[in-house]
């Protein structure tokens, strides 16, 4: 008689099979089909456009000159060097790449599937947890977004009270390599709410779980500290990933973006952040503009998370949200606009038209503009590579054939440090697949 480890090896190596198979087809059919852009061979102009600089008013009629992927002028009456390839931009614009400050793009690919959502870890310190090893640069969602005008995106890891370290992503490359502009952009954590562990019977009960968490945090912390003086002091001791990721937390040189939205929570991240010496960053901010005068004088920026959302409260005004960019404008709190909403990774294209609410609600469509492109940049200090189309920047930029505000505008041409962005997408085949059906049938 067979004993059962001797019956099970064969069950478990054609297991091991059916798995890696299912998984190799799966990765076969998911894979993009667009092919990344080539590194920039000459010097490319685009002429006659209207050009966005950003960091400047916009100038119409004019050109903007680059090569080997960095911006080298803008403006009217260029010299262009021999063997220019040039585009001509009659009734044209020319924007920077949009950048999107959260999301978990290149995480995910649909919601509903389990084995294709790799947005979270399992616990609640996870600190150690780097999202750009995680990233499937062949998504089919990245060209999807691209169409939209979207060239860069923070993706963000999700769950726990403290998720990991987000990344900087230019949307085109080979691998994860070519995609991150910049690893370990930020430190991402969850302030507790008492909204989120409120079960309705018992508010000591809530009170308790509430100070719970912040232990965690404050514990977590505390520890990580104690472990940096301890490297610092002898950096022959063992490396704990977890505590070694914090280094740069602690030392100020990795932001903490804080997901904050209610008054409470704001007000004890910014008091947790100030006590610790930490560069704060606050993320979501849907009060963001009661604690104006608090954010200006600690010096906190606001990523906020999209205007298209519900009000959080019954007595809230219905246009609370639309008008929060321009409300923080006023308070002069420096700010961005994410473009997160449900099903966020796919609804990322959607980035500009978060900005056009509000523009639409009263914020300056020049500061509109500013919110997705370059104040983003500057949160997140890579303003030196992106954001504007100043000299010396990276050459990710967008052709629009109208405002990028407009819906009805289309993105006709995109470049990524200069390469030259593949615009097709999973969207655009499926609508060509089906307009031929409908003229096969007429």
């Known amino acids: 008689m067979q004993t059962p480890t001797t019956r099970s090896q064969p069950t478990a190596v054609k297991l091991f099979l059916a798995i890696l198979t299912v998984a190799l087809f799966y990765n076969a059919v998911q894979a993009a089909p667009e092919i990344p852009g080539p ?59 949009l950048f999107n400050t959260d999301g978990i ?3 995910t690919e649909i919601n509903a599937v389990r ?4 947005t979270a870890e399992v616990g ?33 890891p999700q769950g726990g009270l403290i998720s990991g370290t987000s990344a900087v992503l ?51 912390f505390d520890k990580a500290a104690v472990y940096d003086l301890a490297r610092s002091a002898n950096p022959e001791l063992p490396v704990d990933l977890r505590w070694e990721s914090m280094r740069g937390v602690l030392s100020g040189n990795i932001p ?28 979501d901010g849907y009060d963001a503009a009661e604690c104006a005068e608090l954010l200006r004088m600690q010096k906190v920026p606001v990523i906020v998370s999209g205007t298209y959302r519900l009000p959080l409260r019954r007595h809230s005004p219905y246009d609370h949200a639309f008008t929060l960019p321009e409300r923080l404008r006023k308070a002069k709190v420096k700010f961005c606009i994410a473009g997160s909403a449900r099903f966020d990774a796919a609804n990322i294209r959607n980035l500009p038209y978060h900005a056009a609410m509000a523009a639409a609600f009263g914020l300056p469509i020049n500061e509109a503009l500013r919110a997705i492109t370059l104040a983003p940049a500057e949160i997140l200090g890579v303003d030196h590579r992106v954001g504007s189309l100043d000299p ?6 967008i052709i629009a054939d109208g405002d990028i505000f407009d819906t009805a505008t289309n993105v006709v041409e995109a470049y990524v440090q200069g390469r030259k962005v593949d615009l097709s997408d999973r969207h655009k085949r499926l609508y060509r697949k089906y307009q031929a059906r409908q003229e096969q049938t007429k």
């Open 39 to 97: 590194p920039q061979k000459r010097p490319i102009a685009i002429t006659n456009a209207t050009i966005h600089l950003v960091s400047k008013p916009a100038v119409k009629n004019a050109t903007i000159l680059f090569e080997n992927g960095r911006i080298r002028s803008a403006g009217s009456d260029l010299e262009l060097p021999p063997g220019t390839q040039i585009i001509d931009g009659t009734a044209k614009h020319v924007y920077p790449g």
């Open 105 to 107: 793009l290149g995480l």
């Open 115 to 118: 084995s294709t959502d790799d």
């Open 124 to 156: 609640q310190i996870n600190s150690n947890v780097r999202v750009e090893v995680a990233v499937n640069p062949d998504s089919e969602l990245i060209p999807v977004t691209r169409s939209g005008g979207v060239l860069l995106n923070l993706t963000t």
């Open 170 to 220: 230019q949307l085109d490359g080979w691998t994860t390599e070519d995609l991150t502009l910049k690893a370990a952009a930020a430190m991402h954590m969850r302030w507790p709410s008492l909204s989120e562990v409120n079960d309705h019977n018992d508010h000591e009960k809530d009170s308790e779980k509430y100070g719970e968490q912040v232990h965690r945090i404050e514990q977590t």
């Open 256 to 283: 903490l973006i804080v997901t904050a939205s209610r008054v409470a929570q704001i007000q004890s991240a910014v008091a947790f952040a100030s006590h610790r010496n930490l560069t704060l960053i606050i993320y």
């Open 392 to 397: 010396g920047k990276d050459a990710t930029l």
